[in-house]
């Protein structure tokens, strides 16, 4: 079975710039959410997403969104980019999400220049 | 705020010891917790998880012991190898919620 999938793997953004990440869950999952990580820190929840419904939401400012389309892919979007959205920016997928085990991909790389 | 802290952000062990990595929560509402792996480059890999109707969950070479009178997660890594080195997370999940909430990571380093 294949993994959490992310694209692109790697990119460079000039800042002001915006950029889409996408990602396709596990097959069968149905929960989609999104971290942020950087260099020194844990990982900052995002959002999370659940038959194309946002069901939580963290504490990141307007210009961060997302959504999930109804074969469970999600696409996240970062607007106006600053540099201190340089960040491994990972998906992890669950069957359905509450209780259940949430599985990562490999994540986005992006550097905002 | 919430968090998940993480006693030790470094941690170095000879090769073929056991490890113990810790972890403090502070969400006494948090029903579920997971460890992870991450390597560098690579994403979180899933190691052992628990819920929080137990205190202790046993996988291979891995031991996951929930205290939460004090609010406290650990991993035991037995016969540490060279592969184990890593960073690795805590994760609870809030009851209720669909957010995990993680700590900021211990590196383990395994000497040999």
């Known amino acids: 079975k294949a993994g959490v999938t992310q694209t692109p793997r790697y990119l460079i953004k000039t800042r002001g710039q915006q950029v889409t990440l996408s990602c396709s869950p596990i097959s069968g999952h149905r929960s989609v959410s999104w971290y942020q990580q950087t260099p020194g820190q844990g990982l900052q929840f995002l959002f999370e997403y659940f038959s194309e419904t946002q069901r939580n939401k963290g504490n990141f400012p307007g210009r961060f969104s997302g959504r999930q389309f109804s074969n469970s892919r999600s696409e996240m979007n970062v607007s106006t980019l600053e540099l201190g959205d340089s960040a491994l920016y990972l998906c992890a997928s669950s069957l359905e999400g509450a209780g259940n085990t949430i599985y990562f991909g490999e994540g986005s790389w992006l550097t905002v220049v | 705020g919430e968090s998940v802290g993480l006693h030790l952000p470094t941690l170095s062990v000879q090769e073929g010891d056991n490890s113990i990595i810790n972890c403090a929560y502070s969400n006494s509402a948090s029903d579920y917790f997971i460890w992870y792996k991450q390597e560098s480059g690579k994403g979180p890999q899933f190691i052992i998880d628990i819920r929080s109707n137990m205190d202790k969950r046993q996988g291979q070479r891995v031991t996951v012991l929930l205290n939460k009178t004090v609010k406290h997660l650990s991993l035991q890594i037995a016969a540490t190898q060279p592969g184990d080195s890593a960073v690795y997370f805590c994760?609870?999940?809030?009851?209720?919620?669909?957010?995990?909430?993680f700590g900021t990571g211990t590196r383990l380093k395994v000497l040999a």
């Open positions: 994760a609870e999940r809030g009851g209720g919620t669909y957010k995990y909430i």
